[in-house]
């Protein structure tokens, strides 16, 4: 079972960008990865996912165009670029890991503990 741990949330002005990392344990280069975000008082919700291979990536309408999915897998790291933040995207943002890709977070096998973003107007 593949560990995930997020790093690089924070506080940042509106228009501005931040870089998430997810650092995985275990045999990470096999599952697809993704990010998760929930705001408070709303439902999780998928952001973006890349296969295994990198080259393949999916994204939400609300981020497509703004948000940019990488992964290094000598590194063991999944990263989110998120530009031209917007307050909307105030929210905790998980890593994810799953062998079939899915917008539903139940079709997700493993979880980071999430890191917070918090966008300001």
């Known amino acids: 079972q593949v560990q995930l741990v997020e790093s690089g949330g924070g506080l940042v002005q509106a228009g501005g960008s931040l870089r998430l990392s997810c650092a995985a344990s275990?045999?990470?280069?096999?599952?697809?990865m993704g990010w998760f975000r929930q705001a408070p008082g709303k439902e999780r919700e998928f952001v973006a996912a890349?296969?295994?291979?990198?080259?393949?990536?999916f994204y939400s309408d609300s981020v497509k165009g703004r948000f940019a999915i990488s992964r290094d897998n000598a590194e063991n790291t999944v990263y989110l670029q998120m530009n031209s933040l917007k307050p909307e995207d105030t929210a905790i943002y998980y890593c994810?890991?799953?062998?079939?890709?899915?917008?539903?977070?139940?079709?997700?096998?493993?979880w980071g503990q999430g890191t917070q973003v918090t966008v300001s107007s």
């Open positions: 890349v296969l295994w291979n990198g080259v393949t990536t």
């Open positions: 994810a890991a799953t062998f079939i890709i899915a917008t539903t977070p139940e079709n997700w096998a493993a």
């Open positions: 275990g045999h990470s280069s096999r599952y697809a």
